[in-house]
């Protein structure tokens, strides 16, 4: 347990979340936040200290449908407290902000990695670890999860086309800025300072050895961190931690999401949601002539016959459209080769209208 626990306030608690708690408090209960995720059993802080909590057996019960419904580091929970428990326990939790969201890679379900962040970094490391496809899937799940996005290139002493690398991205046109670090000169670190701010809450995202327990570190100017990773390294064989935590600044008192290397980020509302939403469409689906088909106009489309019988509901059909426009708009947001295409095409443009006013004769 760290040795100065951070107030609620400090750990970004406000009057907006306070209103919000008041149905909990009416009921006894004393808001926590989640900073770890161990296997059944969370790190919480509230106003009474840092202690270990569990979900209620009623909560339990409430959240069989769906992981995504457990707590995750970032969340607020409502805590009945005991100060004789050895754990205490959640009852509820508050509707979060923007989340971070993957596919579970176990199986067809949302996994929350961070809850109620506000930002995130997506760490890539120039030692071989440059990868715009899977830099697009970070920025597309922070979109989808409703967080802004900053890129952080680390480790720009180890690559001399570091400045070629960040001006590639930033030609991409993404709104996420681009950060270029170097993590042991400690250069660039000045950019950081305009997300770094009291109360906000960042998750870090990355391939494993990006950087990004490196940068927490850096920022929070000790080696905590790093005895952290080693215990979590001793424990991998005892599955005890999820390697997901969150750290207080002290110099700047933002909130910082540690998360372990993730292999693959497979978007979680663009795979999962809406197939898992509109089951019965998906199903009908299977039905249909064309197995690319997009139920719309198809010749032999199941859906649209389901829909002339009265069988399927117009108004969940249309939300089906509609939500499966958004995953669909989402992808091609962040799409990197059409973005490419795109940008090669303005070029070979350009290109060939000053091939033309070259040849032009001078008037
Ligand atoms: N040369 C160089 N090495 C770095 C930099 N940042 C991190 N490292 C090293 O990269 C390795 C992995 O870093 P770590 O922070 O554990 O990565 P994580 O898995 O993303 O948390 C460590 O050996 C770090 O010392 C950097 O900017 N430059
Ligand atoms: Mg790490
Ligand atoms: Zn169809």
Redesign the pocket.
């Known amino acids: 347990m760290p040795q100065n626990t951070p107030t609620l306030k400090q750990l970004g608690w406000t009057s907006d979340l306070e209103q919000a708690f008041k149905a909990f408090s009416l009921e006894g209960l004393i808001p926590a936040r989640v900073i770890a995720e161990h296997r059944s059993a969370y790190d919480v802080i509230c106003a009474n200290g840092a202690y270990l909590a569990e979900v209620s057996g009623t909560f339990r019960r409430a959240a069989k449908k769906s992981k995504a419904e457990f707590p995750a580091v970032g969340d607020w929970a409502a805590l009945s407290f005991d100060p004789r428990g050895l754990r205490q326990k959640i009852h509820g939790l508050l509707p979060r902000k923007a989340v971070l969201s993957r596919l579970d890679p176990g199986g067809k379900e949302e996994q929350v990695i961070a809850a109620n962040i506000d930002t995130v970094f997506v760490?890539l490391?120039l030692d071989g670890d440059y990868n715009l496809k899977r830099l697009e899937r970070y920025l597309a799940a922070a979109r989808a999860g409703g967080a802004a996005a900053v890129v952080i290139l680390?480790?720009?002493?180890?690559d001399p086309g570091a400045g070629s690398k960040t001006e590639e991205i930033r030609g991409l046109g993404f709104e996420a800025p681009v950060l270029p670090?170097?993590?042991?000169k400690l250069t660039g670190y000045e950019a950081l300072n305009a997300y770094i701010t009291a109360g906000r809450t960042i998750v870090l995202v990355?391939?494993?050895?990006?950087?990004?327990?490196?940068?927490i570190n850096n920022l929070m100017g000790s080696n905590l961190q790093r005895i952290a990773?080693v215990r979590e390294d001793d424990s991998r064989g005892r599955h005890t931690t999820t390697g997901r935590k969150l750290f207080l600044l002290p110099a700047s008192g933002a909130l910082l999401i540690?998360t372990p290397?993730m292999r693959g980020l497979e978007l979680w509302a663009e795979t999962g949601a809406v197939d898992e939403t509109f089951e019965d469409i998906h199903a009908l689906a299977a039905e249909c002539r064309f197995g690319n088909c997009s139920h719309s106009n198809e010749p032999g489309c199941a859906v649209r016959a389901a829909l002339e019988a009265g069988t399927l509901d117009s108004a969940h059909y249309d939300n089906y459209l509609k939500l499966r426009a958004e995953t669909t708009f989402l992808k091609s947001k962040t799409d990197i080769a059409e973005r490419l295409k795109r940008k090669d095409h303005a070029k070979k443009i350009s290109k060939a209208i000053k091939e033309i006013f070259r040849k032009r004769p001078e008037i």
Do not use: R, W
């Open positions: 760490v490391g680390n480790k720009t002493d180890l670090l170097d993590s042991m990355g391939s494993s050895g990006a950087g990004k327990s490196t940068i990773s540690d290397g």
